[in-house]
């Protein structure tokens, strides 16, 4: 991919509109006396002094102590072991129901979150005042129950604003929120929440997704049975218009059941226990595609500054705006999204498929609630981008100001879709981070100019480097995505790591003190913009030269007839010089067929496109790709099935949001082993349909998330 100056910018800075992160530099340069004329000057500044960019970010966003902090940062400047605001306490749930970022209170009656189901034509609102009204009342009967600072309260649910006001009532008492998706089954639930054993369970007795009502009673029964924590099930009922006899006045068998209109007539005020600036606010879970799902915990504090910082300084966004990005309740892009309410944003929910009716059903949402920034994934974007569709041209979108991607790389032919068929003079901010953070630490910039298939900037205070294979930093050329100093939005540890063994050997064994996150990502050395090339326990290595495996699809997936592509290199990467096979998949669209002429156009557009090393050994087209929960191809998974791995341990069945496509990976890697080894001969199986096996609690994907 050329350089930043080897191509024209798709999008420049409205120099008449004065971005957050400009205020914030000129109040910079009046509470230190320091003068920052670039964005990069003052992402070293950051980043060298960690200690004075946190404390006085905490300044500028009037963070409410209890207690006010010893120091801003105390253990080093290494990754792992830092202790952050050593003293301080306060509470993360305060400050999303508090006041915006310009100091002045919110009005009470405006608009906090605005929500939407795909059941539901008209959106349901509620002011500050009443979610303020709401937070209080269900943490008072959270308290009635026995709920307190450090008790778990789970979720199985969707995304409603319930479940945005149980969170924030278990917050506002130091109880640990973790929250699962309504399409994991009974076991993928099980496997995360016997991990950390929560006293109180909050769901939903059904949920509709995709035109269809799912029914969840019997995989709650199965949840609480194997749940002997459980003291208690707060049940929430659908929308009246689709209850259709699922609801009726079903009670939990073998716990105390609690409904939600119960929990909503409890007496409570609205009370917030300031716990310390590191106690656990949430735990997330990793996909646990290729094991047991990691409980990764995160601290009120540390959340707290980091959503303020990326949401108002990098995504730009103001008290008023409606945010919006399309995320289910389990993905850390829904934490990501609530954080809005701390800057009196106005956060927007949906509920539902992003493409029932159809694959315009968020551009029609965008345009009739006049969004002013919307979030989606990757994915998405380029599924609208091959079904092409011109959202711009069927939809008025003159309030959209900006659009933001994650979930994967979004290739240059995305990037040139948004502006041709969106919106020309819409701000794209491609973003990078993970769950293991709960944010993105390379974003979004309101200063900098958006290039094709590059993301503008490492964030402030984010100490992001490419390392090659020696542990030396590079510019210009595709190392590993390196953090080299703390933030305060790293783990606290793994639930019952107690030695932090599991958090060790996840992050900090390939460079000790050091956290490896397992991307691939290349850093401009004339623009410090950067490239994502995917993960790096992915990568293809094809005669000495390494390649990350965005590349590959971007190749791939921009041919017609292909409508997805996964792509395996069965090399041991800790085998010196021994190469194995490229193998790629197509899941091919409507009407394509894997001929001769296919093959030869595919093997042409790589040769010419990336290189001859990288014509693939051979070609399989698949009924589909597989993918996580959150919509990631599960290449690691393949790799492991086509190096004889097993099924059942390669993957993790119940962590896939389309499973029957892993179980057809697996037969044709045992077909493929059978081949190698003087068997029959090999297949190519064109138009094949996977054999359905067991239904996991009828839990649809969300593939597009």
């Not at 019952?496 to 060790?504: H, I, M, Q, S």
Request: hydrophobic share 40%; glycine share 10%; charged share 20%.
């Amino acid at each position: 991919m050329a350089p930043s100056s080897a191509q024209p910018p798709l999008w420049l800075p409205d120099r008449t509109h004065v971005a957050h992160l400009t205020r914030f530099m000129g109040w910079l340069a009046r509470d230190q006396g320091t003068t920052f004329e670039t964005y990069h000057q003052l992402y070293e500044w950051s980043v060298t002094h960690p200690d004075r960019f946190w404390s006085t970010l905490a300044r500028y966003f009037q963070v409410r102590f209890g207690t006010p902090p010893a120091s801003a940062f105390e253990a080093g400047h290494k990754a792992m072991g830092a202790v952050w605001f050593p003293g301080a306490t306060l509470n993360y749930a305060e400050h999303l129901l508090r006041f915006a970022a310009d100091e002045n209170p919110v009005d009470l009656d405006q608009t906090a979150v605005l929500f939407r189901s795909e059941s539901q034509g008209q959106p349901v609102r509620l002011s500050r005042r009443e979610l303020r009204e709401q937070v209080g009342t269900v943490a008072g009967r959270f308290r009635s129950l026995g709920v307190k600072a450090g008790d778990r309260v789970a979720g199985y649910l969707p995304n409603r604003p319930e479940t945005l006001v149980a969170f924030l009532a278990a917050a506002s008492l130091g109880a640990i929120w973790s929250v699962v998706p309504v399409e994991l089954s009974s076991h993928g639930v099980l496997d995360r929440l016997t991990q950390i054993q929560p006293k109180l369970l909050v769901t939903a007795v059904a949920y509709r997704y995709d035109g269809r009502l799912h029914d969840q009673r019997q995989a709650i029964e199965r949840i609480v049975a194997e749940l002997p924590s459980l003291e208690a099930v707060l049940l929430i009922p659908l929308d009246p218009a689709d209850e259709g006899g699922v609801t009726g006045d079903w009670n939990v068998p073998g716990t105390r059941t609690i409904s939600w209109a119960d929990a909503r007539s409890s007496q409570g005020g609205l009370r917030f226990h300031r716990v310390p600036f590191a106690h656990p606010l949430w735990i997330l879970f990793s996909s646990g595609s290729t094991g047991a799902p990691k409980p990764i915990v995160h601290g009120h504090g540390g959340m707290l500054l980091e959503h303020l910082k990326a949401l108002h300084l990098h995504l730009d966004l103001s008290a008023g705006d409606r945010f919006f990005w399309y995320t289910t309740a389990g993905w850390m892009m829904w934490n990501f999204l609530i954080a809005g309410l701390a800057l009196g944003a106005t956060v927007v929910l949906y509920d539902g498929c992003p493409k029932f009716p159809d694959l315009s059903v968020l551009w029609r949402f965008v345009s009739e609630e006049r969004i002013d920034y919307f979030g989606t994934s990757a994915p998405f974007l380029m599924a609208c981008c091959k079904e092409g569709l011109r959202p711009g041209a069927q939809f008025d979108l003159a309030q959209l100001r900006g659009i933001g991607s994650t979930g994967a790389p979004l290739p240059p032919e995305g990037f040139e879709w948004v502006y041709r068929e969106v919106k020309p003079d819409v701000w794209l901010g491609s973003m990078s981070g993970g769950t293991d953070v709960c944010t993105a630490f390379v974003l979004g910039n309101p200063l900098l100019p958006v290039y094709a298939g590059q993301l503008q900037c490492r964030g402030l205070g984010a100490p992001v480097e490419a390392w090659d294979e020696d542990g030396r930093p590079v510019l210009d050329q595709v190392g590993e995505l390196v953090l080299t100093g703390p933030m305060p939005c790293m783990p606290l540890g793994f639930w019952n790591d107690p030695d932090d063994r599991r958090l060790r050997e996840a992050y900090f064994d390939v460079y000790p003190g050091i956290w490896r996150h397992g991307d691939w990502i290349r850093i401009n050395a004339e623009d410090g913009q950067c490239i994502i090339y995917g993960r790096s326990d992915s990568t293809l290595k094809r005669g000495g030269v390494r390649m990350g495996t965005s590349e590959f699809y971007r190749v791939i997936e921009t041919l017609p007839e292909i409508g997805e592509a996964l792509v395996i290199d069965t090399s041991r990467l800790d085998t010196a010089g021994a190469t194995g096979q490229l193998l790629l998949f197509v899941a091919l669209r409507p009407g394509a067929l894997l001929d001769a002429a296919l093959r030869q156009k595919i093997v042409a557009a790589l040769r010419t496109e990336l290189s001859p090393r990288h014509v693939p050994d051979a070609i399989y087209a698949v009924p589909e790709i597989p993918h996580t929960l959150n919509g990631k191809k599960m290449e690691v998974p393949v790799k492991r099935m086509f190096a004889g791995v097993p099924l059942e341990r390669a993957a993790n069945l119940y962590a896939v949001a389309n499973p029957d496509a892993l179980e057809f990976f697996a037969r044709l890697a045992h077909t493929a082993a059978t081949a190698s080894h003087g068997g029959h001969g090999g297949t190519e199986p064109h138009g094949a349909t996977a054999d359905h096996g067991e239904k996991r609690d009828d839990h649809p994907p969300h593939t597009l998330s």
